[in-house]
């Protein structure tokens, strides 16, 4: 969220994450029966690889003063991340931090959605200062990542007004991504609507809902806004796409030049003179894919796509294994809403510098845990008919209204 990027004064610049983090690490150690043992899994195994393997290329590094300056950036980000494996080990846990994932980011979408809606799309929507998403490319990417998060919570919370504030607020953030006026923001919402109407049931039905909302969106936004993103048919002709396509290329070169990549922040006038095909045109890589290839060399690359990857087959392998369970319909929905997120992260992230954003990193994390969850909930023993049949012979059966997997709306018997 850098909430500290609201105020002023020594506040702006100072460190809260540092004081939090130092706090957490504190209370680790002070409470170690509560924290578990890091979870082997593949993703993880691969973030610490490509960690250590950062590491090598910012010590290869061609400018090795300023690639500590992101590595450090980056060495928190994932250190937090691996913070937050060992301490989430149940769904209430898991819950809390989406929550404040969602509310963190959700206030820009919420105040960025209703200032499109009172301006009219006529300005973009940016971020907070100084931070990841301080771009309107930036921000509305994690708005659109932040979207399933948002739906997930909305359909197992409990409360109508909590439902109905959470439908509102996905409202306004999408507002707010097209409002950004991004074009690699409107493909990731494509990509998003084609992969949901392609797992919906009713196809017809769900596209109708699609083109309609679409269509009624699309029709708020202004002249300025439709000359913006059609340059996208004609990219050819526009300054900042052939400007990313010539960031492109240069990294490519750089990756083939060297194993080690040229490390993190590395973009210069010299560099740019020696890989690039137009040496003036001086851009950072605007895409994920070849922001780690030119960092980290192929080497790099390979294993930053490999835990993206698997991330995507977890979030299919938990679905599989949740279907028609009932007790585990909330990890059912996280993750197939994750799998959304992910998708946008895959498209939208082509054209922005977001491969050390942590928001992919959490959501990875939030997948890594569910599967944990499951895997447990799972290994549990299953009741004979005979423990069953003799449980309710001797305790009351009350029928009520309760939430399955805390939240999803059904009735069901519940054994009080």
Avoid at 155 to 170: D, E, H, N, P
Wanted: net charge neutral; proline share 3%.
């Amino acid at each position: 969220m850098n909430p500290h990027r609201g105020a002023w004064g020594f506040a702006y610049n100072m460190p809260f994450a540092a004081v939090i983090a130092g706090a957490t690490m504190l209370a680790m150690l002070t409470q170690a029966k509560q924290v578990q043992k890091l979870d082997k899994n593949g993703i993880v195994i691969l973030w610490i690889i490509f960690l250590i393997w950062t590491g090598l290329t910012t010590i290869f590094a061609f400018y090795p003063d300023y690639a500590m300056i992101v590595y450090k950036s980056y060495f928190k980000i994932m250190l937090m991340t691996v913070v937050a494996l060992m301490l989430i080990n149940d769904q209430k846990k898991l819950n809390h931090f989406i929550w404040v994932i969602v509310l963190s980011l959700g206030y820009f979408g919420v105040k960025g959605g209703l200032f499109t809606i009172a301006t009219g799309g006529s300005f973009r929507v940016w971020g907070p200062p100084d931070s990841f998403i301080e771009g309107n490319n930036e921000l509305a990417l994690a708005l659109l990542m932040l979207i399933p998060l948002t739906n997930y919570l909305r359909v197992v919370s409990v409360k109508k007004w909590v439902k109905l504030g959470f439908l509102g607020a996905i409202f306004l953030m999408l507002a707010a991504a097209l409002g950004s006026q991004s074009r690699g923001a409107l493909l990731a919402a494509g990509a998003m609507g084609f992969y949901l109407w392609l797992k919906s049931d009713k196809k017809f039905l769900s596209g109708i809902a699609v083109a309609v909302a679409g269509v009624g969106f699309l029709m708020f936004m202004p002249q300025t806004w439709w000359d913006r993103m059609s340059t996208i048919e004609t990219y050819d002709e526009d300054e900042s796409a052939m400007g990313r396509i010539n960031a492109w290329w240069t990294e490519f070169n750089i990756a083939n030049d060297n194993i080690f990549g040229a490390g993190f922040n590395h973009a210069s006038i010299e560099i740019f003179s020696k890989y690039a095909p137009n040496p003036d045109n001086v851009l950072v890589a605007h895409s994920i894919y070849f922001q780690v290839l030119g960092d980290h060399g192929w080497v790099g690359l390979f294993l930053f796509l490999t835990f993206c990857v698997l991330s995507l087959l977890l979030s299919k392998k938990i679905t599989q294994k949740t279907a028609n369970n009932e007790q585990l319909a909330w990890a059912n929905l996280l993750a197939r809403m994750l799998y959304v997120s992910l998708i946008a992260y895959a498209v939208g992230g082509a054209f922005l510098s977001l491969a050390y954003f942590d928001l992919p990193y959490h959501i990875m994390a939030i997948l890594v845990i569910t599967n944990t969850l499951v895997d447990r909930e799972l290994a549990k023993p299953v009741p004979t008919p005979q423990e069953t049949d003799a449980a309710i012979s001797t305790k009351p059966i009350q029928i009520e209204s309760a939430n399955v997997g805390k939240g999803l709306n059904a009735n069901h018997l519940h054994i009080s």
